[in-house]
């Protein structure tokens, strides 16, 4: 683990710090001093403006409409943008460009990539991720969307849920089960499907805090074309992995600053509140700062592997299990900093439904209280932290496997 920066990584920091100096309007504060309706249109502004420099997939091929950087420069960029609390583009791009595209740059066929990483980059498509069921939320080999081949289409039907930014978008890449008769994690394919047709129905779903980030998707004999899977027919398992070792993997740039971030507010509210001559107050945000320090060097272990080059593995659970479970506690600390200021949350609610509030965000009861209730989503979304002890006890401890209720007794 190699934490330190090179001259020429320096230098290009500098780059990525002037284009920002340039680029955001005087007196920036960050995404959450914006009136709420004033977000939306900052965002699509400042995506075409990243667009416009080669910042919106920074490591994406330039004949793809990509940067074409290295790696560092990949990371610097993440980093300097969560420093100046800017998006690294909009709610979808999570997942047509980080997820989708990646996912297309290693297992897409030359077609694939050259037909739809253009129109992820400009907007023409924007994606979300159809994995989760109800019956195949973490354990997602169990998925029964199914898939069958008639003629030179696929016919899909059955249901999704816990299907994030669904709402805002126009295609879904899904998990299907194109063969019922193989294994579980056999039979599956990685199917890429227009939603802008009768067959879909998106239904949003209410959260605990009043907002709708996550939906429900029927396939009722929705249609795909039959070249429209990536990584071949009945190898979406193999897929799937990838693309979740880069939904996890590359966020090590950016999660500990955001934490890092959070903690100075909860610190500087509890000030307020007069809390800080409590020693267990104290002592509960000293561990919070040590929890923030173990973060942040386990973000620098997965940069350096990331650096040299290696794929995102199964160890990309440890940071998930490591963030989720701290956010829940520290969270729970910002309820008991506010005391009965957090039965009658007021001010602006959170602008993100996932992890911390957004960079510059007041320090109302109504952001801590509204990140409380989504740190409880943040152990069950990609991933139950129940999962991502059997991932690290299985696949990086190589502990036995958890028994099934099929297996036979030993």
């Given at each position: 683990m190699d934490p330190s920066y090179s001259v020429e990584a320096v230098a290009y920091?500098?780059?990525?710090?002037?284009?920002?100096?340039?680029?955001?309007?005087?007196?920036?504060?960050?995404?959450?001093?914006?009136?709420?309706?004033?977000?939306?249109?900052?965002?699509?502004?400042?995506?075409t403006t990243l667009h416009g420099a080669g910042y919106l997939a920074p490591g994406w091929p330039v004949e793809y409409g990509g940067g074409g950087l290295t790696a560092l420069e990949q990371v610097i960029i993440a980093e300097e943008l969560t420093r100046a609390g800017v998006p690294a583009g909009n709610h979808n791009d999570v997942f047509g460009i980080q997820m989708l595209g990646n996912t297309l740059l290693r297992w897409g066929t030359d077609e694939q990539k050259t037909q739809l990483l253009p129109r992820i980059l400009s907007g023409a498509d924007r994606w979300c991720q159809g994995y989760s069921e109800p019956n195949a939320g973490s354990d997602l080999a169990n998925l029964g969307l199914r898939a069958e081949l008639d003629g030179d289409q696929w016919v899909l039907n059955g249901q999704k849920i816990w299907t994030s930014a669904a709402h805002l978008a126009d295609h879904i890449f899904t998990l299907a089960?194109?063969?019922?008769?193989?294994?579980?994690?056999?039979?599956?394919?990685?199917?890429?499907?227009?939603?802008?047709?009768?067959g879909i129905e998106v239904r949003p779903i209410t959260m605990i805090t009043g907002q709708q980030e996550f939906n429900e998707v029927f396939y009722t004999d929705a249609v795909c074309a039959r070249d429209d899977v990536v990584g071949g027919v009945d190898n979406g398992w193999a897929v799937a992995m990838t693309l979740l070792g880069y939904e996890r993997g590359e966020a090590a740039a950016t999660v500990p600053l955001r934490f890092a971030d959070e903690l100075d507010r909860l610190i500087s509210l509890a000030r307020d509140h007069g809390v800080t001559g409590d020693a267990r107050m104290r002592q509960r945000l000293a561990d919070a700062y040590a929890h923030a320090q173990?973060?942040?060097?386990?973000?620098?272990?997965?940069?350096?592997?990331?650096?040299?080059?290696?794929?995102?593995?199964?160890?990309?659970?440890?940071?998930?299990?490591?963030?989720?479970?701290?956010?829940?506690?520290?969270?729970?600390?910002?309820?008991?900093?506010?005391?009965?200021?957090?039965?009658?949350?007021?001010?602006?609610?959170?602008?993100?439904?996932?992890?911390?509030?957004?960079a510059g965000a007041p320090s109302s009861s109504a952001s801590w209280v509204g990140t409380f209730l989504n740190a409880r989503a943040g152990t069950i979304y990609a991933g139950s932290s129940e999962i991502q002890r059997n991932i690290l006890g299985e696949m990086v401890l190589a502990l036995p496997k958890e028994p099934r209720p099929s297996d036979p007794a030993p």
């Open positions: 920091r500098d780059k990525v710090q002037a284009f920002l100096a340039e680029h955001l309007p005087a007196g920036w504060a960050g995404l959450g001093a914006l009136a709420p309706d004033d977000v939306g249109d900052f965002v699509e502004r400042w995506r089960r194109t063969n019922p008769d193989a294994p579980r994690h056999k039979g599956i394919s990685f199917l890429l499907v227009d939603m802008r047709q009768p173990v973060m942040r060097w386990l973000g620098l272990r997965t940069l350096t592997q990331f650096l040299a080059g290696h794929a995102p593995g199964p160890d990309a659970a440890i940071s998930k299990l490591f963030w989720s479970e701290y956010h829940r506690v520290v969270t729970e600390l910002s309820l008991d900093v506010l005391g009965a200021d957090a039965m009658t949350p007021s001010g602006r609610w959170p602008a993100s439904s996932f992890q911390t509030d957004v």
